[in-house]
């Protein structure tokens, strides 16, 4: 069973940039998908971005709009997501998440419940 742990977040101002990781340990590393998820105060929680296994591949939400970038080093047992240019409205927990790779993530890899682990978030705020 992998335990995921995510640090990086904090205040920034509009413009700026963060780097969240995603630390894991209890399970191989490299068999799982790694997602990012976030939620905003009353507001359900939704994808950001997503990355197989083996870093093959990447998906992303809409509204990254080419802003945040997705990546794993599976040596170190770590994923990250770079953020830049953001923006008031990116302020929200932001979550990790791990599901076994293969094709039930892939053919629904946005979704919340094909992710089985779960860390306990990281506050990114966003000040104007």
Do not use: H
């Not at 770590?78 to 293969?102: I, R, W």
């Amino acid at each position: 069973q992998v335990r995921l742990v995510e640090s990086g977040g904090g205040l920034v101002q509009a413009g700026g940039s963060l780097r969240l990781s995603c630390a894991a340990n209890g399970g191989s590393f490299a068999k799982y998908a790694i997602g990012w998820f976030r939620q905003a105060p009353g507001k359900e929680r939704e994808f950001v971005a997503t990355l197989s296994g083996g870093a093959a591949v990447k998906d992303y939400a809409d509204f990254v709009a080419g802003r945040f970038t997705i990546s794993r080093d599976n040596n170190k047992d770590t994923a990250y997501l770079q953020m830049n240019s953001l923006k008031p409205e990116d302020t929200a927990v932001f979550y990790c998440a791990a599901s076994e790779s293969g094709s039930t993530w892939y053919s629904n890899r946005q979704s919340l419940g094909v992710y089985g682990y779960w860390g306990r978030g990281t506050q990114v705020t966003v000040s104007s």
